[in-house]
């Protein structure tokens, strides 16, 4: 959702959907994606960044995360939490 070096690739369609297109997004966007979807509901209603940016919840935390000092949106990015919150996808 922001723009900086600290990026990860997503599947806009999950990749066990058959997607191959990938968005870089801030990691800790890309994080907030997966805690709040789950692979069944990004592949029915989630599959442009402009859906992603409406979903209420992304659109609040990415008001509030514009706000954090860059070292926040660098922390790194755990696949547990991915794989908690999507269970086993990962997008690498
Ligand atoms: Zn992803």
Redesign the pocket.
Known sequence: MLDGPSV????LLPRSQGGRDTVM?HRVC?RK??AELSEKELARQYTTLEALRAHPDIADFIRWVVRKPPEFTAVTFRAKD?VKA?KR?R?K
């Open positions: 990860d690739a997503h599947h997004l890309h994606i997966h991915h999507g996808y997008d």
